[in-house]
């Protein structure tokens, strides 16, 4: 082997090491699901969508684990620490008809209908000022009607109820 090529390849390998460890696209560790190991029922969950600076969006997913029957109604509030976070906006899932509102600062009513009922997603997507990053213990959310679209009945009795919701600090995949 010549000098030269003995000199090139350490060289390469130091390089391309180099370029991954600066590289944002490498491997990194993901963090687990919330989702992973859920029990079967209806489970709310709050998702932090994207925060830059001081703008974020939440949504609000309820997501059905074992549950086939599709959400043709709900209702409830989503509430939030008004000390950390200022709502700017909201809007209901497109194709929903319904309606949302800060009764109090730090509380949002929300409800709305679909007749042909909802598969998965966000129901309620708000948008807000936040003092620092946004975090899962800041919101709690109480639903006091869900309405299955095939027969309408009470889906109620398969809402997993907590303490908190469950959050996620990224998308929901």
Known sequence: ?????????????ALALGLLGGCENAV???EPSVLEGLAPGIHPVVVLASQAGNAATVELHLKRVGVDA?????????????????????????????????SAPGTVRFAGAVAEGMADGPVLTLRFVAKGAVQ??????????????????????????????????SPLK
Do not use: H, Y
């Open 1 to 13: 082997m010549s000098r030269k090529k003995r000199i090139a390849a350490p060289f390469a390998v």
């Open 28 to 30: 990194q560790p993901q």
């Open 70 to 102: 599709k959400i043709a109604s709900f209702q409830g509030e989503l509430g939030f620490d008004k000390e950390r976070l200022t709502l700017s906006g909201a809007e209901l899932k497109p194709g929903v008809m319904g309606a949302w509102n800060e």
């Open 136 to 169: 899962g213990p800041e919101f709690r959310v109480k639903l006091e009607e869900l309405v299955s679209s095939a027969d309408f009945q009470d889906l109620s009795p398969r809402l997993v109820v907590r303490d908190q919701p469950l959050f996620s600090p």
